[in-house]
T-cell receptor, first 111, second 118 residues
Framework: KNQVEQSPQSLIILEGKNCTLQ??????????LRWYKQDTGRGPVSLTI?????NTKSNGRYTATLDADTKQSSLHITASQLSDSASYIC??????????FGRGTSLIVHP | DTAVSQTPKYLVTQMGNDKSIKCEQN?????MYWYKQDSKKFLKIMFS???????INETVPNRFSPKSPDKAHLNLHINSLELGDSAVYFC?????????????????FGSGTRLTVV
């Protein structure tokens, strides 16, 4: 069964600190992996998309990594800001039209 | 503004009623989707249309009926609403069908419609 597991479920950090969110998946075959940011009361917004051959991709202070061998991805946030408080969702696309979503990591950045 | 817009943003209704949620995208995308996000924030795909053609129809009660009059619009009609239908419903679009070879494009999501059935 295709699954995407994210950890931690929630995370609280101080402004300016770095953090790393994890995503493990069992989706096969693998097409691509995406990270989305969802602010409260808004729709998810795409941060990064990585295919099988890509190990890392950055979008500003967000850097995603992918290890297709171990089926793990991480999202690293550098120098966190209050506006980074959101839910971060990992989504994996396989060979079908149906994506597999993780349940998200809820990040709270405190001043 | 180029976007995916859905209306209404909030919908409170009684059990048994019929309601519709509208979605429009002006991004020129070929594919549109409806997603349901439950109280635990878990997103699940419901339907997908590509150029007005239904390509994904997940295990959704047949009380839910999508309608795509053209590729820029995908509306969701729900009959005989039940308490368990309470959730946030997101419309999304993408340039081509996700899952197709080379389809490495992200979704663009609308802001969501919070449906509360009382």
């Amino acid at each position: 069964k295709n699954q995407v597991e994210q950890s931690p479920q929630s995370l609280i950090i101080l402004e300016g600190k770095n953090c790393t969110l994890q995503c493990n998946y069992t989706v096969s075959p693998f097409s691509n992996l995406r990270w989305y940011k969802q602010d409260t009361g808004r729709g998810p917004v795409s941060l990064t998309i990585m295919t099988f051959s890509e190990n890392t991709k950055s979008n500003g202070r967000y850097t995603a990594t992918l290890d297709a061998d171990t089926k793990q991805s991480s999202l690293h946030i550098t120098a966190s800001q209050l506006s980074d408080s959101a839910s971060y969702i990992c989504v994996v696309h396989g060979g079908s039209y149906i994506p597999t979503f993780g349940r998200g990591t809820s990040l709270i950045v405190h001043p | 503004d180029t976007a995916v817009s859905q209306t209404p943003k909030y919908l409170v209704t009684q059990m048994g009623n019929d309601k519709s949620i509208k979605c429009e995208q002006n991004l020129g995308h070929d594919t549109m989707y409806w997603y349901k996000q439950d109280s635990k924030k878990f997103l699940k795909i419901m339907f997908s249309y590509n150029n007005k053609e239904l390509i994904i129809n997940e295990t959704v009660p047949n009380r839910f009926s999508p309608k795509s009059p053209d590729k820029a619009h995908l509306n969701l009609h729900i009959n005989s609403l039940e308490l368990g239908d309470s959730a946030v419903y997101f419309c999304a679009s993408s340039p081509i069908t996700q899952g197709a070879r080379g389809a490495n494009y992200g979704y663009t999501f609308g802001s969501g419609t919070r449906l509360t059935v009382v």
